[in-house]
């Protein structure tokens, strides 16, 4: 084997070297490295936005809801509904004896029949002078009177049944044919539960901190049925002055009809705050004037004071004077000091995208290169 063929081996043992750990330095990178320069590992700055959880005990209703009344008093001759039946808008749920009401609207039909009759005849005898304009007023008013005791009849007649007003699942009822009821009887409720509203309390330090169109999560009590998300619909305008809340609804669908009203619900909100640098726990440093980071300027350590704004699994959001894309010392922070010459490996930050690595060992392979040149 020659010399050419010694030297490319060896410098491909050092290029798989500089891609899987620090490579050991070069003769030519340490004649150009100050002497006292410290090597560290450090992450590329980036900025989240603060996040705080919110949870809140929510109480949900059907999207529409209704308890049907009996709307007059009257005996019940038929029931038509089974409870936790669907149902349509208009159906039939209960029926009243209508008897009376049937015959009352055949005789307002015969009483407007007979005063249109008059009118028309007193209408077409006016021109001729036989009928006074008093005596054709007097109709026309027996005639609008007749049609108004005929609709009168008729609404009187529909209220013998109690329909659907929309469409939805029916509840129980206590009422059975041949009961009695009146105006104060409860016949059923009706619930459109296709969504449902929960409505919750929020502490009134985050006013303003939500908006409509916000996702939230609600999880039930018991936990048999899998988180569903939500989104706010309206938010209260009051704050109560006795828990210092304000109320937030949000909408859920219920396409598998796994919810009820009434539920209660376990709320939880992410609420976005101010946009703050992150870096790993490691990176922050305390002193006699509070917490700071080692940021890398131009290839020396540099002291950057700092306020911690929220901790996180690993990682601190800060408040200082730092921009996107600062180098920030992760590891080897106890030989900093300010203006020491650093040379870093970048690592990629726990839970956030992959940086682009930016290391010396780029320097390892051009010196490799020249070698075999």
Request: with cysteine.
């Amino acid at each position: 084997m020659n010399k050419v063929h010694v030297i490319a081996l060896a410098c491909s043992s050092l290029l798989l070297a500089a891609a899987c750990s620090e490579a050991p330095e070069s003769a030519t990178q340490a004649q150009s490295r100050p002497a006292n320069e410290v090597r560290v590992i450090a992450e590329v700055l980036q900025f989240e936005r603060e996040r705080t959880r919110v949870e809140a005990v929510g109480t949900s209703r059907a999207r529409l809801s209704a308890e049907l009344y009996a709307p007059t008093s009257g005996e019940v001759v038929s029931v038509n509904f089974e409870p936790g039946q669907a149902v349509k808008a208009g159906d039939v749920l209960v029926e009243l004896d209508s008897r009376e009401e049937k015959l009352a609207v055949r005789v307002a039909e015969l009483r407007l029949e007979d005063a249109a009759r008059l009118y028309d005849r007193y209408t077409r005898s006016a021109d001729s002078g036989a009928v006074l304009p008093t005596a054709l007023d007097a109709a026309r008013i027996a005639a609008e009177t007749a049609r108004v005791e005929l609709d009168r009849a008729r609404i009187a007649l529909a209220d013998r049944t109690i329909e659907a007003v929309f469409d939805g699942y029916v509840g129980s009822t206590d009422v059975d044919p041949g009961d009695r009821v009146n105006i104060d009887t409860l016949i059923t409720t009706l619930d459109d539960r296709s969504s449902l509203f929960v409505s919750f309390d929020i502490p009134e330090a985050f006013i303003g901190e939500l908006a409509v169109g916000d996702e939230v999560q609600l999880e039930t009590w018991s936990g048999k049925v899998p988180v569903v998300a939500g989104e706010i619909v309206d938010i209260g305008s009051r704050i109560d002055p006795e828990n210092r809340t304000f109320v937030a609804r949000a909408r859920v669908r219920n396409d598998n009809d796994a919810l009820r009203p009434g539920m209660s619900f376990r709320v939880r909100i992410d609420v976005q705050g101010e946009l703050y640098g992150v870096v790993s726990e490691t990176g922050v440093q305390w002193g006699a004037d509070g917490a700071f980071v080692w940021s890398v300027v131009n290839g020396q350590a540099t002291r950057v004071p700092v306020q911690i704004v929220q901790r996180r699994e690993g990682r601190v959001l800060v408040n200082g004077a730092l921009a996107q894309g600062d180098i920030i010392v992760v590891e080897g922070t106890q030989r900093m000091r300010d203006g020491l010459p650093v040379s870093y490996d970048v690592q990629r930050l726990a839970g956030s995208p992959a940086a682009e690595p930016v290391s010396d060992t780029a320097d390892v392979a051009t010196d490799a290169l020249a070698v075999l040149d």
